[in-house]
């Protein structure tokens, strides 16, 4: 997949990794470029989270310098040392000023950075910048990810192109996950921040793979203009056909990570319609999504639709049990809250496949949303029982 | 264990359970008997949580009916009939009124009552009633128990005794399993109903398991006055041995189900010190207990400290990250929200026992709290992805 124009990434390894793979990324815009971001909102924040966001509230940036194996959070004021000496490190190399370069990390938590490994990887990566670079980046922010992520839509005025990571301790609430689009498309600050932030609202805010949320989550996106095309502003007859095709790749990246899922076996759509307005379809269908107990029945194919019940009576939504209708693998298991008629091993068959969907309709209203989710398996506690050892 | 003066008990095999296992059971008092109930707080809500809801309002009772193997939830009309019909049959069996009469299911959720095994069941019960039939009724009201649940303690005018099951779906906010308490005390309803509400925020309101509430959680006590004392009333200078008599009882059934938690191989005590009240005690501690990530990392005895923040992170309070202290199998691995002094060494030979802590001190107030959960094994997700198959 190509970058868009006036973009440049690349990927190496620099020793963060015990594997010894890929752990540090450029993404670097040859033109001044506008920066736009959104970030986790666990109080606990990382050191790079720290200092981004600083940046970002510039308005705009070069590059995006990242790195896996660390997460460089709950490191103290040596941490915010660090998040700034990549930044240094990076602007050095880049010939710019170090709030010009936006910092991410990911991997183990409260372990200070090996400074000398991931300096030496910023030079590397320097380097190793290449117009084809994107498969290179995507690499190298690769945690328990089995997978790279990226996506690309064309947009007026160029593409927009982005590359994510995350398969664990991701939830909403905040963007979920380390992801980096960037456009050749002109736009405005404002078109930029409203593309964002709709995208995200309807791809990362929209998954969950286990509930948690991480200290380290951002999405970054840069616009450098150089397609050349006229500036997209609030008022711009394509500013719909822009926001489509971030959205677009947002929502390729969030469903790619659904699918990465750590340990996971299928990919669950958890559909809510009915629902008297996009709020409530939301914590509905989020409620569900997070039962630890329904997603242990969906790795079994065990059709027990009673937990998709228990779990959405734990919301603050005032509804009616008695009018709440259920499908399990397209049968209808529940009716009015109690038994419905759908066939029970026919809802078996299709929960053994790797798509399955529930679907409930509360019947209050006429608000719908669509959250993906996985199911849990033993493999997932496997890989979170060993994480840091 | 024995039952107090003027109460019997008793647990059949009625077929309701395909293992062919007890699982019908009664608990009767002989005398006309006070009742209280504490019952959980999910929307959705089981038939005989309904019935048992309007005949404690009635403020006394003969008897609880109980069975497992199917929990009569989201089973509409027909399964508050089918309670109804438990009560009515025991009634006739007691010679006494329908609304004497206290209902309790657990089990699947879903599937409509076989009456007919029920109310062969409740028969057999009747006949089995004996002084000595505690044990036999703890082991009627198991699921996926693995062995029986029951507590005493001597309190002011004669002792009080309770009986639960619980495993699983466990979480807070209510009752969160089924519990029965008796007592052959004398008390006042005001009395016992306070007793009752301050003995479960003490113990079941501070156990998780697995985040999810049940629809059928209720605990139940009743008080026929057998001993002979004179009656407890609000300003009775025993009213304080009464109270800590409940709440002895109702620790040691919570730590019971914590202990015998699905597939757990480790029982976990998460202390949050340093909290500004009570309240923000318990959401951080809950919030700790119930992340998915740190019950995989304990169960691996990876002294993973960075999902403690991350999870406490996600609460409301508004605390400062950089005055959080976090000790893990009794070793400071963080202080001021970086790297501790501790010894992870130390901390992963401590995770390996049976028990092990989570200490959080957030350096904020006094209140301090403990909730008790368990580790998450490959094991609870085997359980819970074959449980209706």
Redesign the interface.
Known sequence: MNLPQGFRASGVAAGLKASGRPDVGLLVSDLPALAVGVFT?????AAPIEVTKRHVRRGSARAVVVNAGN?N????S??LKDARAMAKETAALLKTKEQQILVASTG?????MDMTKTRAGIASAAEALDAGGLDALAGAIMTTDTRPKTAAADVPGGSVVGVAKGA??IAPEMATMLCFLATDASADRGVLAQALQRATASSFNLISV??????NDCVLFLANGAGGGEPLTAEHPELQAFEAGVAEVCRSLARQIVDDGEGATKVVAVTIKGAVNDREAREAALRIAD???LR??L?????????V???????R???D??LIDVWLGGEQ??K????GPGDRDKA?AALLEREVEVLVDMNRGDASTTVLTND???E??????????
Chains 1, 2 share one sequence.
């Open positions: 909102t666990n109080r606990v924040q997460a959070a709950c490191t103290g040596q941490g183990v938590i409260g372990v200070p664990g301790m286990d509930g948690c949320r991480s200290t039962s630890v107990l242990c029945a790795h079994g194919a065990d059709p027990n639709w009673g937990r019940l228990a779990a959405l009576g734990t919301t939504i005032p509804f049990p008695h298991l529940a009015g809250g109690a038994l078996r849990l398996s033993p997932y506690i496997r890989i979170n029982a060993e994480y840091t050892t």
